[in-house]
């Protein structure tokens, strides 16, 4: 097994609303899906955003595209004209999870993939 950054797995669609943020992750493949079905649980993402996320962190399954969900209540410091911090819109929410490491047997990464996405 080695530990894989998600920048170089997935792609990340991301929003908000109030003070909610909305994430949603594309895995590439079925077999990448699968993986994340168990590396990114409703725990890991909240205990991996710590602070940020004051409520409760709620995953969906989106097989037909390959997709979790996740829905992060209470995350962006109040939400729009609440919140003191500078930047709190839903994409960096976005940003800040593709930073987070998941384990992954070697057979699977394609080693060119990884070289190439993190020249990038």
């Known amino acids: 097994m080695m530990k894989v950054l998600l920048k170089d ?3 990340v669609r991301c929003g908000d609303k109030g003070n909610d943020s909305d994430i ?7 077999q990448i899906y699968s993986i ?13 955003y710590g602070d940020l996320v004051k409520g409760e962190v709620i995953r969906y399954e989106v097989p037909n595209v390959l997709a979790l969900k ?9 939400g729009g004209p609440s919140s003191l911090r500078l930047d709190n ?7 800040i999870i593709l930073r987070m490491e998941v384990d992954i047997d070697e ?10 996405s993190q020249s990038n």
Do not use: Y
């Open 89 to 95: 819109l839903g994409k960096t929410m976005g940003a």
């Open 9 to 11: 797995l997935v792609q």
């Open 36 to 48: 994340l079905e168990e590396e990114l649980t409703e725990d890991k993402v909240r205990t991996f």
């Open 24 to 30: 949603n992750i594309f895995a590439p493949n079925n």
């Open 107 to 116: 057979e699977i990464i394609n080693k060119d993939f990884l070289v190439n």
């Open 70 to 78: 996740f829905h992060l209540k209470e995350a962006l410091g109040g």
